[in-house]
């Protein structure tokens, strides 16, 4: 068997791959072959963050239609969807898998399809070929994780990616998980009409969230019908003809409780794509959430490094590995300010500490916050909020946490501020747009100045 050598190998043709094999090529000239198993492209682009959104933009329009269109006079009959329809927009945006590879083999890129397999530290096996190099990014992402439900198996379950494939709209959902996931596809769903419980065994949704934040938007989704319970698990499915007979274990003791459902969606959490990798065989060390990884992103095998959804955030991370790969001098990985949404209506967003994180990490907390902007009066907006965490002896701003639409535009643009050291005095007397949806923020900031003076 002939040996292919390259510079840099990249297992996976995801965000994280992509990105790390452009800038490897880019910067330092390097030789990369990228090798994909499943789906060129990777799960964003195809059947993740940007069909979702698809999705998500369709439900916003039938329930403004429904719940606005009358009010603010515009006379139209009540919006329906058509979710074939929908499914069919949706797939027309997307990229097809021979032009991902058309594209990858034009920049200069050897494609590899297949699933590859460590012969040792620097080479991998692909099906008859066998690859060489001195650095390797494992870039694998992940996949849906089964939680353990009783009779899960048998009861045919979808997740985010076989829900976007339906072109009949099940009659009831239960989603379980109350992550981010959970919440856009439960709401999605329930605006076109299904009726929709999301269970997760958590005590609030979102618990990564700014929890004043997360019991914002839960009254959000509760207002449009949607039920949420928390602290319980599901503990068991099976199927009764047509439906699927749920039954709900509450934490805290209580009864359990049985519900009915035509369709059970799981989003509770991601497993690794790395079983076939045969990492024992190059020595890479894993965890119960993956491949270990130092603030490097290297592995503990020299000259392998893991990026993306394998441990966690993609193109951050390829960039951070693949300077640390070529440059004596790479930065290290830094999470401390990292804005993230949930693209539910309202949006939830938030960069930076939740206050509960302040408190534990000692900091001297003050908070502000604002509810209200002149831009919720045209969408009849009810549920907002606009927080900022600040330490109080030196005012330089801890947190922000928005729930409103256009949530993430508004938290993404002052993450830069945090990574500044803004003070809540900067944030107060900045400059606003009126009528944004940002300028909440800038409310927010001035009760500080009312209230607690520099």
């Given at each position: 068997m002939n040996t292919e050598k390259f510079d840099l190998i990249v297992l996976g043709a995801g965000s994280a791959a992509r990105d790390a094999a452009k800038k490897a090529q880019r910067e330092h000239g390097a030789r990369v072959a990228i090798v994909e198993q499943e789906r060129w492209g990777g799960s964003c682009p195809n059947v993740a963050c940007t069909p979702t959104k698809a999705y998500l933009v369709a439900a916003e329009l039938v329930h403004d239609v429904n719940a606005l269109a009358e009010k603010i006079g515009i006379e139209t009959g009540p919006a329906t969807a058509n979710l074939a329809k929908v499914k069919a927009r949706k797939d027309s945006l997307k990229k097809p898998q021979p032009q991902w590879v058309e594209e990858l083999q034009a920049a200069g890129f050897t494609t590899v399809e297949g699933e590859a397999s460590f012969v040792d530290a620097h080479t991998v096996r692909v099906d008859h070929r066998e690859l060489e190099a001195?650095?390797?990014?494992?870039?694998?992402?992940?996949?849906?994780?089964?939680?353990?439900?009783?009779?899960?198996?048998?009861?045919?379950?979808?997740?985010?990616?076989?829900?976007?494939?339906?072109?009949?709209?099940?009659?009831?959902?239960?989603?379980?998980?109350?992550?981010?996931?959970?919440?856009?596809?439960?709401?999605?769903?329930?605006?076109?009409?299904?009726?929709?419980?999301?269970?997760?065994?958590?005590?609030?949704?979102?618990?990564?969230?700014?929890?004043?934040?997360?019991?914002?938007?839960?009254?959000a989704l509760r207002e449009e019908g949607i039920e949420i319970v928390t602290n319980a698990f599901v503990e068991s499915v099976q199927r009764d003809g047509e439906a699927i007979v749920v039954t709900l274990n509450p934490r805290d003791g209580s009864p359990k409780r049985e519900l009915r459902v035509a369709q059970v969606l799981l989003a509770s959490g991601r497993v690794p794509n790395i079983e076939g990798l045969n990492l024992e065989a190059a020595g890479v060390e894993t965890t119960k959430l993956g491949i270990a990884v130092d603030e490097h992103l290297r592995t503990s095998a020299p000259g392998i490094w893991a990026a993306g959804d394998v441990n966690a955030v993609a193109q951050y991370q390829a960039r951070i590995a693949i300077d640390d790969m070529f440059d004596a001098n790479g930065a290290t990985a830094d999470y401390s300010v990292l804005p993230a949404a949930i693209f539910t209506d309202p949006e939830?967003?938030?960069?930076?500490?939740?206050?509960?994180?302040?408190?534990?990490?000692?900091?001297?907390?003050?908070?502000?916050?604002?509810?209200?902007?002149?831009?919720?009066?045209?969408?009849?907006?009810?549920?907002?909020?606009?927080?900022?965490?600040?330490?109080?002896?030196?005012?330089?701003?801890?947190?922000?946490?928005?729930?409103?639409?256009?949530?993430?535009?508004?938290?993404?643009?002052?993450?830069?501020?945090?990574?500044?050291?803004?003070?809540?005095?900067?944030?107060?007397?900045?400059?606003?747009?009126?009528?944004?949806?940002?300028?909440?923020?800038?409310?927010?900031?001035?009760?500080?100045?009312?209230?607690?003076?520099?």
């Amino acid at each position: 068997m002939n040996t292919e050598k390259f510079d840099l190998i990249v297992l996976g043709a995801g965000s994280a791959a992509r990105d790390a094999a452009k800038k490897a090529q880019r910067e330092h000239g390097a030789r990369v072959a990228i090798v994909e198993q499943e789906r060129w492209g990777g799960s964003c682009p195809n059947v993740a963050c940007t069909p979702t959104k698809a999705y998500l933009v369709a439900a916003e329009l039938v329930h403004d239609v429904n719940a606005l269109a009358e009010k603010i006079g515009i006379e139209t009959g009540p919006a329906t969807a058509n979710l074939a329809k929908v499914k069919a927009r949706k797939d027309s945006l997307k990229k097809p898998q021979p032009q991902w590879v058309e594209e990858l083999q034009a920049a200069g890129f050897t494609t590899v399809e297949g699933e590859a397999s460590f012969v040792d530290a620097h080479t991998v096996r692909v099906d008859h070929r066998e690859l060489e190099a001195d650095k390797i990014l494992i870039a694998t992402g992940s996949r849906t994780a089964v939680p353990p439900i009783d009779g899960i198996d048998e009861v045919g379950w979808i997740d985010h990616i076989s829900a976007l494939e339906l072109t009949d709209l099940p009659e009831s959902l239960l989603v379980v998980g109350a992550g981010a996931v959970g919440l856009e596809f439960g709401q999605m769903f329930s605006r076109f009409g299904s009726k929709v419980t999301i269970v997760d065994a958590v005590e609030r949704i979102s618990p990564n969230s700014d929890a004043e934040a997360g019991e914002t938007l839960a009254a959000a989704l509760r207002e449009e019908g949607i039920e949420i319970v928390t602290n319980a698990f599901v503990e068991s499915v099976q199927r009764d003809g047509e439906a699927i007979v749920v039954t709900l274990n509450p934490r805290d003791g209580s009864p359990k409780r049985e519900l009915r459902v035509a369709q059970v969606l799981l989003a509770s959490g991601r497993v690794p794509n790395i079983e076939g990798l045969n990492l024992e065989a190059a020595g890479v060390e894993t965890t119960k959430l993956g491949i270990a990884v130092d603030e490097h992103l290297r592995t503990s095998a020299p000259g392998i490094w893991a990026a993306g959804d394998v441990n966690a955030v993609a193109q951050y991370q390829a960039r951070i590995a693949i300077d640390d790969m070529f440059d004596a001098n790479g930065a290290t990985a830094d999470y401390s300010v990292l804005p993230a949404a949930i693209f539910t209506d309202p949006e939830l967003a938030g960069v930076g500490l939740t206050e509960e994180k302040a408190r534990e990490e000692g900091h001297d907390v003050e908070v502000v916050r604002n509810e209200y902007v002149k831009r919720f009066s045209y969408i009849e907006a009810k549920h907002s909020l606009f927080k900022i965490v600040f330490d109080r002896p030196t005012r330089r701003v801890l947190g922000l946490h928005v729930v409103s639409r256009n949530a993430g535009d508004v938290v993404q643009g002052f993450s830069l501020g945090l990574r500044l050291g803004a003070t809540i005095e900067d944030i107060a007397r900045m400059h606003h747009v009126f009528p944004t949806f940002g300028e909440g923020v800038k409310a927010a900031a001035e009760q500080a100045r009312a209230a607690v003076p520099a």
